[in-house]
């Protein structure tokens, strides 16, 4: 029987930003990687999404619940659309849309989002007063 050693939380979390570190060393070279930089310091509110994706529109839905206008990047419209996917699975760890930001800050994906709007952090993080919707 294997004995499964456990590290001590401090020393994952130190492994996993080594891991992300390389990551973005690794990818900050490529213009896709400059561009998804770029747009995130440059706007407070950054979605990186395709116009047919469900889960897409769920996460634009929540900002325009909060009457917040996101810079909304659609890969699917942008010949260089999968470039800058594989340049956010390189740079975050997941290609997956959507891609959240607010402030610099990757908040993840549709469920991250949902879960943030849910609990008052979303708002909280703009700077506004959230009144709490159930209809999304």
């Given at each position: 029987?294997a004995?499964?050693?456990?590290?001590?939380?401090?020393?994952a979390t130190?492994a996993t930003?080594?891991v992300?570190a390389a990551?973005i060393?690794w990818?900050s070279?490529?213009?896709?990687?400059?561009f998804?930089?770029k747009?995130i310091?440059?706007?407070?509110?950054v979605?990186?999404s395709k116009?047919?994706?469900p889960?897409?529109?769920?996460?634009k839905?929540?900002f325009?619940e909060?009457?917040q206008?996101?810079h909304v990047i659609e890969?699917d419209q942008?010949?260089d659309?999968?470039?800058i996917?594989?340049?956010?699975?390189?740079?975050?760890?997941?290609?997956?849309?959507?891609?959240?930001?607010?402030?610099?800050?990757?908040?993840?994906?549709?469920?991250?989002t949902?879960?943030?709007?849910?609990s008052?952090?979303?708002?909280?993080?703009?700077?506004?007063?959230?009144e709490?919707?159930?209809?999304?």
């Open positions: 029987m004995t499964r050693i456990r590290l001590p939380s401090f020393l130190a930003l080594t992300l990551s060393t990818a070279g490529t213009p896709e990687a400059t998804v930089k747009t310091s440059s706007h407070q509110i979605i990186f116009s047919y994706c889960y897409c529109k769920r996460a839905g929540v325009k909060l009457n206008k996101p890969l942008r010949e659309g999968h470039d996917q594989d340049a956010l699975g390189e740079i975050f760890g997941r290609r997956t849309v959507p891609q959240v930001f607010i402030d610099g800050k990757h908040i993840g994906g549709s469920d991250d949902m879960e943030a709007y849910e008052g952090e979303l708002a909280k993080r703009l700077g506004i007063a959230s709490h919707k159930e209809d999304l």
